[in-house]
């Protein structure tokens, strides 16, 4: 799931979210990968 929002004229934010479900994880971690990933856009016209 995303999220992007203006900022300033044509700069914007953008918040990602992952969770993904790893099957055979090795030994000591867990069976899923949460990412949470930011950004910053600027927009050419």
Request: hydrophobic share 35%.
């Amino acid at each position: 799931a995303g999220l992007t929002m203006p900022l300033y004229k044509r700069f914007s934010f953008s918040l990602s979210t992952i969770d993904t479900f790893l099957n055979n994880p090795p030994p000591g971690f867990k069976k899923n990968s949460f990412q949470l990933t930011t950004g910053l856009s600027y927009t050419l016209h």
